[in-house]
């Protein structure tokens, strides 16, 4: 048997070292379009105290030890399903038994009047992100176009470079999709104090070929550098050209499986079943989500039958703070805050029949790590807790999750 895994990011390595693990001794052949060994793509955007460097995933000789066959730069260019092969760039093509798509996203580009602006910098790879740091030097001012996590965070790695910054968001705040008013209200308190200038409601009107910025009202910004981060766009031309169901990604169902039994996907690409919230297919860009689908995917492939049902769960480094978000709060009608000292609080997502959906907190380092696990694990409990415990924070999560329920 002979699994093909397309994309050698976090999710397409881990599936092949599950399968492995999971006692598979056929072929694997990952394929990866990049020239680097596989990397993390978190520390990108937030790098350590020793700047930009390539973090592995897992050495090259991790993988020749299990046996897995690394195609460093190949590209897929097209799957034929009713032969079951896939065709690449190099005019080479290769025999699948289970195909597993893990092509991840890409920066969905700025368009302005129905023209893709040129000459914008993006974040997704290794090489923009060498091409951004290398533009973030002292006395340089950049403009960063979008008031999301992506942005937010290069934000942080500016200023603490030196740099003059300058977010502009074309909502009413930042993080208007991503957390709550209160939250973003401590985000951008937080990056006004290092000196951040961030414009709100902000429409371009234009952007010229020297970075001159023009906002609709007039203002105009003078630039030397501009990256944009006004989302992505799930790599699904692979799937789509195949014929597989697409919808916001390539459309899974609980165990990863595409339209195509054969052929699976999983990571940033695909848009799963969420069986804590209703079965709504919903699409996740996180570190975790990809890790964690990649090890189910290779499961799935392999025959076992359970349901991806772990919760969403996301974090970001703002100088200083740590944000982490646990489930999807959507469809959530009531929030309830748990102060958990003078600069770290939670806020619980409850819906109106009072289930927790999902818990959002800032605080200091990883002062609210502790809270929010055992939030992530009321979530999946399904657990409906009494709003006045969650507020109390003389009553430990920890007794609510072990409480009965009434």
């Known amino acids: 048997m002979r699994i093909v895994i397309i994309g050698a990011g976090e999710c397409g390595v881990r599936a092949s070292l599950a399968l492995r693990e999971q006692g598979f001794d056929g072929t694997i052949d990952l394929i990866n379009g990049e020239q680097y060994e596989p990397y993390e793509r978190p520390p990108l955007s937030k790098p350590s105290d020793e700047g930009l460097a390539l973090k592995p995933i897992t050495g090259s000789g991790d993988l020749v030890a299990k046996g897995i066959v690394h195609h460093l730069g190949l590209t897929a260019t097209s799957i034929d399903r ?55 030097t002292t006395g340089r001012h950049i403009a960063i176009i979008g008031g999301g996590f992506i942005g937010l965070e290069l934000a942080v790695q500016a200023r603490l470079k030196g740099v003059s910054v300058t977010v502009l968001e074309v909502g009413p705040r930042l993080l208007g999709r991503a957390v709550s008013a209160e939250i973003a209200s401590v985000i951008e308190h937080r990056h006004r104090r290092a000196g951040v200038d961030i414009v709100v409601n902000a429409k371009i009107s234009g952007i010229d070929a020297k970075g001159v910025i023009t906002l609709e009202g ?68 996180s570190w975790r989500a990809a890790l964690e689908q990649g090890e189910h995917a290779a499961r799935a492939m392999l025959g076992a039958d359970d349901v991806y049902r772990s919760v969403p769960w996301f974090w970001s480094d703002q100088y200083d703070l740590g944000l982490q978000i646990a489930g999807l709060a959507g469809a959530a009608s009531n929030i309830v805050r748990r102060d958990l000292s003078e600069d770290a609080f939670i806020l619980f997502h409850l819906a109106q029949d009072g289930r927790l959906l999902a818990a959002s907190g800032i605080g200091v380092g990883n002062s609210i790590a502790r809270d929010l696990r055992l939030a992530e694990m009321l979530i999946a409990k399904r657990a409906y807790p009494d709003a006045s415990a969650l507020s109390d924070s003389s009553i430990s999560l920890k007794s609510i999750l072990s409480s009965k329920p009434a």
């Open 82 to 136: 009713s032969a079951r092969t896939v065709k690449f760039s190099s005019g080479s093509s290769m025999a699948y038994d289970r195909l597993l798509i893990a092509t991840g996203a890409r920066p969905r580009p700025l368009v302005l009047n129905g023209v893709t602006v040129a000459g914008l910098s993006y974040l997704r790879d290794f090489n923009d992100a060498k091409a951004i740091y290398s533009n973030l």
């Open 218 to 285: 007039g203002r105009v910004l003078s630039t030397d550098f501009i990256v944009a981060g006004v989302g992505s766009l799930p790599n699904i031309e692979l799937a789509s050209s195949a014929g597989l169901h697409v919808e916001n990604g390539i459309v899974v169902d609980g165990h990863l499986a595409t339209s195509d039994p054969f052929i699976f996907a999983a990571g940033d690409c695909c848009s799963f079943p969420h069986p804590l919230y209703g079965d709504a297919h919903i699409r996740i860009e």
